[in-house]
Nanobody
Framework: QVQLVESGGGSVEAGGSLRLSCQVS????????LGWFRQAPGKEREGVAA??????NYGDSVKDRFTISQNSAKTILTLQMSMLKPEDTAMYYC????????????????????WGQGTQVTVSA
């Protein structure tokens, strides 16, 4: 069983920073392939960043602005967001692929089997 709980969302002005955290409760084998996704009203869910055994991966719109990381025990997944833009406004979700071989850091939502409830990020102009 995998449980994910996000925190850290809020409101910020453009150019500001926020750090999202995700508490990961799962067997060790299911803590390796994790990602952050977001969904704005009326839009499809979008891959933001992912981390896996083979490295990290970022969506084009957040490269050089966002950083994904996890603590050594892999129980906390973090998304550090800087230089925020109004178009970053969305509900942000933490997700886990589960116990999968290879663990490539896909940023495709269909690759993920477990999802948190989300945390809202609002960026004002």
């Amino acid at each position: 069983q995998v449980q994910l709980v996000e925190s850290g969302g809020g409101s910020v002005e453009a150019g500001g920073s926020l750090r999202l955290s995700c508490q990961v409760s799962a067997d060790m084998s299911s803590r390796n392939c994790l990602g952050w996704f977001r969904q704005a009203p009326g839009k499809e869910r979008e891959g933001v960043a992912a981390i896996g055994v083979s490295g990290r991966n970022y969506g084009d719109s957040v490269k050089d602005r966002f950083t994904i990381s996890q603590n050594s025990a892999k129980t906390i997944l973090t998304l550090q967001m800087s230089m925020l833009k109004p178009e970053d406004t969305a509900m942000y979700y933490c997700a886990a692929r589960g116990d999968v071989p290879g663990c490539y850091p896909f940023i495709t939502p269909e690759k993920y089997n477990y999802w948190g409830q989300g945390t809202q990020v609002t960026v004002s102009a």
